[in-house]
């Protein structure tokens, strides 16, 4: 019974055109691996020139956000004239609401700057 089933297999690896075939199956599959493997390097070349054009970018904006922080930093280092007269007659609750109203200069900006400042590092250091 086994006899009865490898024998159109043993037939056909026999067979004087299996060597011609098995050849030329073999350099096409060689031909399509040669293809395969220069597409990939040629892909790979270019996603690497990506990234590095990305990179190149990113520490460029780095460089202006820590620029654009520091700026905002000595701005807010520097205090700013009263928007309004605060008087003392007013009680310290009224100049205590005056005050959180107004805000000192240039604090949202710069809060907002360190906050985009820690979310780009962020980014960079999960990237890595």
Known sequence: MIARLTRPVTRTLTSPIAGPVASFLALALAAGLAVN??????????LKAQVAALSDRTEQQGVYWKAQLSACRAEAAIPAPPQ????????????????????????????????ADQAVLASLHAGK
């Open 37 to 46: 493997a220069s597409e990939a390097h040629r892909r790979e070349a270019a």
């Open 84 to 115: 309004g007269a605060i008087t003392r007659v007013a009680g310290d609750d009224a100049m205590a609401a005056q005050l959180a109203s107004q805000g000192p200069a240039g604090f949202d900006v710069c809060a907002r700057m360190e906050a």
